[in-house]
């Protein structure tokens, strides 16, 4: 199984300033015929579904805030935050679905400091 | 719009079954795939499994290959998990979720708690 790893665990951030969630995967998702990573970012807040924010690595789900960003390939993505709002308070998880089992990361907390 | 609508809580005895539903909206319900996800109190998502509407093919975590038996009715557009011998380890919220080829995961039901206490 592909083992994803986020860092931090969790993270404070001033309102209005940058926020840097980073993944790594134990193996590549990176799928050479299309030369693409298939590797996601979700937002959950309490009692909610996760929802989906970035796929392929760095391509914005419709509708999510231009604030969003994803980078990374291969085995390290990045998620950037670049101005945080007080909505943006939640669990972020990367997964990959390069190989099933689809496995997640252990989630990273995001506050506001 | 597109909807996933899951069944209720259970509350179930160690050694029990549960069968949870999902029922699809707003979309042709063969065109996607629909993939299962459970997260237990303070625990990352954990993927189960998945379901070919189309033909009913069918595959499983290694995890839950045993236990876990994922169907549909296309006629009614829903899929169905049913996972069996549960303990008190299988407490969780289980979701179902469309998958749309390489977007991955876009529409997620809403949830169903099942609590396994004796």
């Known amino acids: 199984d592909i083992v994803m790893t986020q860092s931090p665990d969790s993270l404070a951030v001033s309102l209005g300033e940058r926020a840097t969630i980073n993944c790594k995967s134990s193996?590549?998702?990176?799928?050479?015929?299309?030369?693409?990573?298939?590797l996601a970012w979700y937002q959950q807040k309490p009692g909610q579904p996760p929802r989906l924010l970035i796929y392929l690595a760095s391509t914005r789900e419709s509708g999510v805030p231009d604030r969003f960003s994803g980078s990374g390939s291969g085995t390290d993505f990045t998620l950037t935050i670049s101005s945080l709002q007080a909505e943006d308070v939640a669990v972020y998880y990367c997964?990959?679905?390069?190989?099933?089992?689809?496995?997640f990361g252990q989630g990273t907390k995001l506050e506001i400091k | 719009q597109v909807h996933l609508v899951q069944s209720g809580a259970e509350v179930k005895k160690p050694g029990a079954s549960v069968k949870v539903s999902c029922k699809a909206s707003g979309y042709t319900f063969t065109t996607y795939a629909i993939h299962w996800v459970r997260q237990a109190p303070g625990q990352r998502l954990e993927w189960m499994g998945w379901?070919?509407?189309?033909?009913?093919?069918?595959k499983y975590s290694q995890n839950f290959q045993d236990r876990v038996t994922i169907t549909r009715d296309t006629s009614a557009s829903t899929a169905y998990m049913d996972l069996t011998s549960l303990t008190s380890e299988d407490t969780a919220v289980y979701y179902c979720a469309r998958r749309v080829s390489a977007t991955c995961f876009d529409y997620w039901g809403q949830g169903t708690l099942v609590t396994v206490s004796s």
């Open positions: 193996q590549s998702v990176l799928y050479s015929p299309d030369n693409r990573s298939y």
């Open positions: 997964q990959q679905y390069y190989s099933p089992p689809y496995t």
């Open positions: 379901i070919n509407p189309v033909n009913g093919n069918t």
